[in-house]
Structures are given as C-alpha cells and as structure tokens.
C-alpha cells in the first residue's frame, strides 16, 4: 500500500504564526479549504481506500473535505498524529517563544534527540507517536493492494521531524526546507511477517496546486 501524508491547508495559527499544539484549534481559512479541494481532486485518481487525521480542527477539515471527494467512510481520527508537543510555549507567537522553540529544534537537527520543550516533549517521543499511529493505518489496512492508498493528514513539525526516522533512505537534510500547506509526501508500505517496511518516493510535492 502507499501512505499519502498530508501537511493540513492554511489555518490562522500560519498566518499568524502560533504556535499551535493544543490551545489554538483553527479550522481552514478560505484559502485553505480552497488548497485542500485542489488535493482531494489530485488524489481522486490514486486509488485511495480510507482518510485519516490528527485531532485538530484544520487536519480533520482537511481529511474531511478529501473524504467527501472520493466519497470515502468516516475520517478516522488518531491522536497521536497531533503537531510537536511544545509544551509552555503553546499558543504563543512572540519572537521570545520562536527563539526558544527553534533552539530545540535545532539541537534535534544536531542529534540531540533528549532535548525537551519545557511540559512538552523531546524528539524520541514525537518520533515514537508517529510510528505508533503509521503502525496502527496499516495494520488495520493489511488487507489493501500494493497500489491502493490511505491519505494520513497530519501536521508539518511531526512529519518533517518524523517521517526520516521512519523511512529510512529519506535523508534528513531533504526535509530542511519544510512543508507548505497540503505539501504532499508519499510513503510505500512494505508489508512482511514480522515488520513493515518504509521507503519514501515523493516528499513535499505541490504538483495538485495551480501556480501562484
């Protein structure tokens, strides 16, 4: 099977730079609603079998309006798809807290995978979540062929600090540049007995958006 991971579309947090975990729950902005109607039109011709989402407002609208095109059941909702854990510096949106949190980032980046957002989390738990919720989508979708698809929308932070400890031949410098608003990355599944298998074979693609 293929994992289509999916970057929400706009939602107030980005153009206001919020940092957005728990305390802020926007849902799309026009713009976003209109991103996330040209991705589910991409994705009506890639045999996908079922949605799935983080629990925050602008991923489940996402998912729903992708839902709603393929005319596919109920999204499914896993909360361990939600953005980074940044702890006290949720909700914020001042040049303080930005410095702070890209200061753990940048220690993950180094290596430094115990560098932990204050009351929030370190890079081996993020990390673990999203294996635990991509262990979960496929297990209970063994059953799908090689070229059937299940569209996991999530958020930027998780999948660009997750997806290359997941897929092993996505090299770590590839993710640097981030994801845009409904960026695209597509995952093939490898399904043995004893484990799966991941390897990425697109990363952040806007091909489904018109030229700005």
Same mark, same amino acid.
């Given at each position: /099977?293929?994992?289509?991971?999916?970057?929400? @579309?706009?939602?107030?947090?980005?153009? %206001?730079?919020? /940092?957005?975990?728990?305390?802020?729950?926007?849902?799309?902005?026009?713009?976003?609603?209109?991103?996330?109607?040209?991705?589910?039109? *991409?994705?009506? %011709?890639?045999?996908? +079998?079922?949605?799935?989402?983080?629990?925050?407002?602008?991923?489940?609208?996402?998912?729903?309006? &992708?839902?709603? #095109?393929? +005319?596919?059941?109920?999204?499914?909702?896993?909360?361990?798809?939600?953005?980074?854990?940044?702890?006290?510096? !949720?909700?914020?949106? !001042?040049?303080?807290?930005?410095?702070?949190? %890209?200061?753990?980032?940048? #220690?993950?980046?180094?290596?430094?995978?115990?560098?932990?957002?204050?009351? @929030?989390?370190?890079?081996?738990?993020?990390?673990?979540?999203?294996?635990?919720?991509?262990?979960?989508?496929?297990?209970?979708?063994?059953?799908?062929?090689?070229?059937?698809?299940? +569209?996991?929308?999530?958020?930027? $932070?998780?999948?660009?600090? @997750?997806?290359?400890?997941?897929?092993? !031949?996505?090299?770590?410098?590839?993710?640097?540049? $981030?994801?845009?608003?409904?960026?695209?990355?597509?995952?093939?599944?490898? &399904?043995?007995? %004893?484990?799966?298998?991941?390897?990425?074979?697109? *990363? @952040?693609?806007?091909?489904?958006?018109?030229?700005?």
């Amino acid at each position: /099977m293929r994992l289509y991971f999916i970057r929400h @579309g706009e939602n107030q947090a980005n153009i %206001d730079h919020i /940092m957005a975990y728990k305390v802020v729950n926007f849902p799309l902005t026009p713009k976003g609603v209109e991103q996330a109607e040209y991705l589910a039109a *991409w994705l009506s %011709d890639h045999k996908i +079998a079922r949605v799935y989402s983080s629990t925050l407002q602008r991923a489940w609208q996402t998912a729903e309006i &992708i839902r709603g #095109r393929l +005319a596919l059941p109920e999204v499914r909702q896993i909360e361990d798809l939600r953005e980074v854990n940044v702890g006290v510096l !949720d909700g914020k949106s !001042d040049l303080a807290s930005w410095e702070i949190h %890209d200061g753990i980032l940048l #220690r993950w980046n180094e290596g430094e995978a115990t560098a932990l957002f204050e009351e @929030g989390e370190d890079h081996h738990a993020l990390r673990e979540r999203l294996r635990r919720a991509v262990e979960e989508i496929v297990t209970e979708n063994a059953d799908l062929g090689p070229e059937q698809g299940i +569209a996991v929308v999530a958020h930027g $932070g998780l999948l660009v600090y @997750g997806l290359p400890w997941l897929c092993h !031949d996505l090299p770590f410098e590839q993710v640097q540049g $981030g994801l845009k608003n409904t960026a695209l990355s597509v995952v093939e599944v490898k &399904i043995e007995a %004893d484990s799966h298998q991941f390897s990425c074979v697109r *990363w @952040g693609s806007l091909e489904h958006l018109p030229p700005s």
